[in-house]
């Protein structure tokens, strides 16, 4: 008999064993560990660049909150259930053709918990900022009931269109342009792939000149807003177009000086007759020698007619000079070559509507940004509003140059806030400038100021600056004299 009782005793202990643990967890126990338990709600708010701040619950991927920040500065509020982890993210140009999502990192974590112990508070992280560096988001604010529990590279089901990742870019090639404006100063062309594993390959490269050698398994990464990094140059950052037809990157070259490249991704056919140049080109130009007189800008307006080109004059740094005209071929692959000029190398776009040139003129480099005029395309103010990268490489006097990468927000009436601004002697302060369009030409209105140098210090001459908005209006080129000798040349990628 007693043998039998045994053998229902211990069933028994065992399930109030289980029923005693699950109460003393329940009401907080365990050492000080936070509670699973949900039930409660917390509100959290701040403020960001973008439009967007987005929730998602850790364990289901799935989103539990989307909140649209309003006002000036953008700020929103969600309130979420506790009891939970959750990853955040900031997403810019939502609901367009453009829109980047950036994770909210805190050191290294993306994952935060939010137990009972937030039921009723309120969070508040402050600025949540893209870092273009990292393509990552960082808030002002460290918030102590926001618990860091890792990092989570998973991408919600309903972020993954927005989401970059380097599947984009694998079994690629794409066609770049570099300017160098110090260091060893020139220019260099080739053809970057991306093979099968995502790693970098830079073939037929020429540099002022003459073939170099091939740079292969460079071991490219790509964050979840399209940020293009290198893990072994800590100077490299690139920015990818939404559409994935451009990249633009400023980095330190090798030789040590500030350089800017521009990639367009290669593919289609262009005909040999020179008609795919036929029309009416806004162009972009700079100039990088050895001190602000070699150096400077220049822009216009040019014609072709098949592979003739000409103008009626140019406006320069220097001011205005006459026209001339020019006689240009293309290949098949949509290379441009100059007649009498073997240096000039040409790379249009796969929509034929930009070029992109190098070549070296009175033994100074140049680089050249071309955008086509299209019939029926018409340009306002409001057509820059939204969020952009910026990247800038200056040339001019030995102070003023460097390269510049930052974030740049701008609203309906022009007005462009630079933030995050990060340049090759270190942080550069944020701004505030004023720009207008009309047919697809910038101008700028105000003092100016603030960032020269490629937005690097050193102000700026507002009569100076002009720039060109491509057809997509989803990059904006410009160059303007900073005042102190330098001559910035600036890429906003949407």
């Known amino acids: 008999m007693s043998a039998i009782m045994g053998k229902h005793r211990t069933p028994f202990y065992i399930l109030l064993v289980v029923m005693l643990s699950v109460a003393f967890a329940a009401c907080g126990g365990g050492g000080g560990g936070s509670s699973s338990v949900s039930g409660g709600m917390v509100t959290i708010q701040g403020s960001v660049p973008g439009t967007v701040f987005v929730a998602v619950d850790n364990a289901t991927n799935l989103e539990v909150g989307r909140a649209t920040a309003t006002g000036s500065p953008k700020t929103f509020s969600m309130n979420v259930p506790t009891g939970t982890s959750y990853r955040f993210y900031v997403m810019e140009n939502e609901g367009t053709g453009n829109s980047r999502v950036y994770p909210m990192f805190m050191g ?189 800008w220049a822009y216009g307006t040019m014609q072709f007619v098949s592979g003739s080109a000409s103008f009626s004059s140019m406006t320069t740094n220097a001011g205005v000079v006459g026209g001339g005209s020019f006689s240009f071929s293309m290949d098949a692959n949509g290379i441009m070559s100059k007649a009498e000029d073997p240096s000039f190398y040409g790379v249009m776009s796969m929509d034929k509507r930009m070029i992109v040139a190098t070549d070296t003129n009175g033994g100074n480099p140049e680089l050249w940004v071309m955008m086509k005029t299209t019939t029926g395309t018409t340009f306002a103010t409001s057509d820059m509003m939204g969020d952009w990268v910026m990247h800038s490489v200056s040339s001019g006097n030995s102070g003023s140059r460097g390269w510049t990468y930052g974030h740049s927000v701008v609203d309906a009436s022009g007005n462009d806030t630079f933030s995050g601004m990060m340049g090759s002697g270190g942080s550069v302060p944020s701004s505030q400038m004023t720009f207008m369009m009309s047919g697809g030409v910038m101008t700028m209105s105000g003092a100016g100021g603030g960032m020269g140098g490629g937005m690097m210090g050193g102000g700026l001459v507002p009569t100076t600056f002009h720039g060109t908005m491509n057809g997509a209006k989803n990059l904006m080129v410009s160059n303007y004299t900073d005042g102190t000798g330098g001559y910035p040349f600036s890429i906003q990628v949407k």
Request: hydrophobic residues 35%; charged residues 10%; glycine residues 14%.
């Open 108 to 296: 290294t974590n993306n994952v935060f918990e939010l137990d009972n112990t937030a039921d009723g508070q309120v969070i508040s992280l402050g600025m949540v900022s893209p870092d273009i560096g990292t393509g990552k988001a960082t808030p002002a604010n460290t918030p102590a009931l926001m618990m860091s529990r890792g990092a989570n590279s998973m991408v919600p089901a309903s972020l993954a269109g927005t989401a970059f990742s380097m599947d984009n870019v694998k079994g690629t090639t794409w066609g770049y342009n570099t300017m160098m404006t110090s260091g060893t100063m020139g220019w260099e062309h080739g053809t970057l792939s991306f093979d099968s594993s995502g790693l970098g390959n830079m073939t037929g490269i020429v540099r002022n000149g003459s073939s170099v050698a091939s740079r292969v398994n460079i071991p490219y990464t790509m964050s979840q807003s399209g940020m293009l990094l290198n893990p072994g140059d800590n100077t490299f950052q690139c920015v990818v177009s939404r559409d994935m037809s451009v990249m633009v990157a400023t980095f330190t070259d090798g030789t040590g000086g500030p350089a800017m490249m521009i990639g367009q991704k290669r593919g289609g056919t262009f005909a040999t007759d020179g008609s795919d140049m036929t029309g009416m080109w806004q162009f972009q130009r700079m100039t990088a020698g050895s001190d602000n007189t070699s150096s400077g």
